[in-house]
């Protein structure tokens, strides 16, 4: 009696199922992950972090003696001299009437021991009353909430644009900040048009 298709078949089967396994399981050790994939972290640059000393994301906090709320934060500090140097940094002064100034910057220094701040870069602040800036640096002065700016600034104010060579913020007598625009002040002047119901 012959051996019927189905016979041959599941003979077949039982030969070329387990060499097509043994062909798949061979290609995954063939083409598993080479030693040089680009997500592994060369030893060399691992002992470089591992040496550096800096932190991530810290912040700082305190209050001035006219009692404004500074809060300081990066998103990495690492030692330098006598204070730190800082990517990401942003000082937020708060008035106690509740105004905001918020200094941003892609880099800059910080001395927690002085008391001081030095946004570098692009520079921007902006205030709770309105006022977006860009400069190319700024200086804080942690203990007084006193900004200077170190260069010409421009500026988008509530009622148009400005443009100086220097900006000043202090706290003053009654709470608030202050804004002095020095050196060159240009203004052009953009009224609001009062929205119709």
């Known amino acids: ?38 997500t592994e972290i060369p030893y060399a640059e691992v002992e470089a972090i591992a040496r550096s000393e800096r932190l991530s994301k810290p912040s700082f906090s305190g209050v001035t003696a006219g009692g404004d709320t500074v809060t300081a934060s990066a998103r990495e500090v690492r030692p330098e001299g006598e204070g730190a140097r800082a990517d990401g940094l942003s000082v937020r002064i708060e008035t106690p009437t509740g105004a905001t100034v918020d200094l941003s910057a892609g880099q800059g220094q910080f001395d927690a021991a002085a008391g001081s701040a030095r946004l570098e870069g692009l520079a921007r602040v902006e205030s709770s009353t309105g006022y977006q800036m860009e400069t190319g640096a700024l200086s804080a002065d942690l203990k007084t909430g006193r900004v200077v700016s170190d260069g010409d600034l421009e500026v988008r104010a509530p009622y148009g644009r400005v443009t100086a060579g220097q900006l000043v913020i202090e706290p003053s007598d009654d709470g608030a900040q202050t804004l002095v625009f020095r050196n060159g002040v240009h203004l052009l002047y953009q009224p609001q048009t009062p929205v119709e119901d």
Do not use: N
């Not at 599941?10 to 080479?34: E, G, H, N």
């Open 1 to 38: 009696m012959a051996p019927s298709v189905y016979s041959r078949f599941v003979r077949w089967a039982q030969i070329l199922l387990p060499l097509a396994a043994l062909a798949l399981l061979a290609t995954l050790f063939l083409f598993a992950r080479a030693p040089g994939d680009p």
